[in-house]
């Protein structure tokens, strides 16, 4: 069964850090581009952060740029997200998502399967 | 960055309705577009990619069309465990990936 777990989340103080881990197995990890995607509570769904297959090639939203860092080790099937400088609006459940996509040459790609979300709660 | 607009925002329909939310991007996305669904405390369902391929196992009453701007999501014959958050997101252009803020679909 393809799964990912995420863990790592908690409460921590304005300015803090954080550390976010997603566990993938089911599937050959080391083939697949993944993504952090965040939910504040009540609200809709805010891509975070990409990388690559090979962890080449990342990519982050403007508001979290300069402050969190992804990272993945394929040896050990796991995505990561370091989250420093963390804000009160950081305050979200934290998914990891694989992109899939359809064989090449096309480039349609989705999320899926998506994590059970980690709930990281910033505040004093 | 790719605007997503969904409409409604919120909605409210019976089981057995057939209910139809649209969703439309700030310029062309060709057929980019995915729809998923929430149910409350869980991680999104991926429904539809590259805006009309039903993802395996998700039941047929579902369907999406569109290209370009404009797309929507239908939903044949509402059944209980429909009622949930639905999201729109384009691929075309990322990143950013991006979302539309989506439509919670409600008993009435």
């Known amino acids: 069964e393809v799964q990912l777990v995420e863990s790592g989340g908690g409460l921590v103080q304005p300015g803090g850090s954080l550390r976010l881990s997603c566990a993938a197995s089911?599937?050959?990890?080391?083939?697949?581009?993944m993504n952090w995607v965040r939910q504040a509570p009540g609200k809709g769904l805010e891509w975070v952060s990409y990388?690559?297959?090979?962890?080449?090639?990342?990519y982050y939203a403007d508001s979290v740029k300069g402050r969190f860092t992804i990272s993945r080790d394929n040896a050990k099937n796991s995505l990561y997200l370091q989250m420093n400088s963390l804000r009160a609006e950081d305050t979200a459940v934290y998914y990891c998502?694989?992109?899939?996509?359809?064989?090449?040459?096309?480039?349609?790609?989705?999320?899926?399967?998506w994590g059970q979300g980690t709930l990281v709660t910033v505040s004093s | 960055d790719i605007q997503m607009t969904q409409s409604p925002s919120s909605l409210s329909a019976s089981v057995g309705d057939r209910v139809t939310i649209t969703c439309r991007a700030s310029?062309?996305?060709?057929?980019?577009l995915n729809w998923y669904q929430q149910k409350p405390g869980k991680a999104p369902k991926l429904l539809i990619y590259?805006?009309?391929s039903l993802q395996s196992g998700v039941p047929s009453r579902f369907s999406g069309s569109g290209s370009g701007t404009d797309f929507t999501l239908t939903i044949s014959s509402l059944q209980p465990e429909d009622f949930a958050t639905y999201y729109c997101?384009?691929?075309?252009?990322?990143?950013?990936?991006?979302f539309g803020q989506g439509t919670r679909l409600e008993i009435k």
């Open positions: 997101q384009q691929s075309y252009s990322t990143p950013p990936v991006t």
């Open positions: 089911g599937f050959t990890f080391s083939s697949y581009e």
């Open positions: 998502a694989r992109t899939e996509q359809l064989v090449p040459p096309s480039t349609y790609n989705w999320f899926d399967p």
């Open positions: 590259a805006a009309s």
């Open positions: 310029q062309s996305i060709s057929s980019y």
């Open positions: 990388i690559s297959s090979s962890g080449s090639t990342i």
